[in-house]
């Protein structure tokens, strides 16, 4: 059964950092995974999609790589700001018969000023 | 386009009151699905439909609970009657392509059950 864990739960750094996000997941065989930003009191918003043929994606500041053979992603945010702080989730569409998408719990990331 | 739209924001009800949520997708999506968000358990999937045809309800927790897609442009999510454990977020999402497809989601509807 597919789990998916990201650690840390909450994460707080100072304005201009460059930081990464962690998710794992424990069955290799994925279709592809999805970053998402979820803003306090809205819904999610869609960030990066990746294949599971692909080994990273780009769409700004933000970077996210896939290693399917160690079950992980990474999100790599460039000189953070204020307004990147939201809860970031990744999930993972399953290979075969079930691409239901299985969700981490996310982190929470504060970029203080 | 205005993206999904979900109504309403906030809902606040007693104990065995019936509640209703609606959900109009994005124009040309063919796929619909109806999450429930905790602090305990994050993102749950409720009921997925495509083409307005339920494919997957594995996730509604128990028979209170009920879905419906009568066209392409609108889907209702109804619970009956409703519980203070059914108190959660509950979001509506739309894409093209079934569960590959990139997801666009509504901006939730917060139910408060007392």
């Known amino acids: 059964k597919q789990e998916v864990t990201q650690i840390p739960a909450a994460l707080s750094v100072p304005e201009g950092e460059n930081l990464v996000l962690n998710c794992s997941f424990t069955?290799?065989?994925?279709?592809?995974l999805q970053w998402f930003r979820q803003d306090p009191g809205k819904g999610l918003t869609s960030l990066l999609l990746i294949q599971s043929s692909q080994r990273e994606q780009t769409s700004g500041r933000l970077n996210a790589s896939l290693d399917k053979s160690s079950g992980r992603s990474t999100l790599y945010i460039a000189a953070s700001q204020p307004g990147d702080s939201a809860t970031y989730l990744c999930a993972v569409n399953g290979a075969g018969n079930n691409r239901k998408l299985i969700w981490g719990l996310g982190t929470s990331l504060a970029v203080n000023p | 386009d205005a993206g999904v739209i979900q109504s309403p924001r906030h809902e606040v009800t007693e104990m065995g009151q019936e509640v209703t949520l609606r959900c109009k997708p994005i124009?040309?999506?063919?796929?619909l699905f109806w999450y429930r968000q905790t602090m305990m358990r994050g993102l749950e999937l409720l009921i997925y439909?495509?083409?307005?045809?339920?494919?997957?309800d594995s996730g509604m927790p128990e028979d209170r609970f009920s879905a419906k897609m009568p066209n392409a442009s609108f889907s209702t999510l109804k619970i009956q009657p409703s519980e203070p454990r059914d108190s959660a977020v509950y979001f509506c999402a739309s894409s093209l392509g079934g569960y590959t497809g990139e997801l666009f989601f509504g901006e939730g509807s917060r139910l408060t059950v007392l």
């Open positions: 124009s040309g999506h063919n796929s």
């Open positions: 439909f495509n083409n307005n045809v339920p494919i997957d």
């Open positions: 069955d290799s065989a994925i279709y592809n």
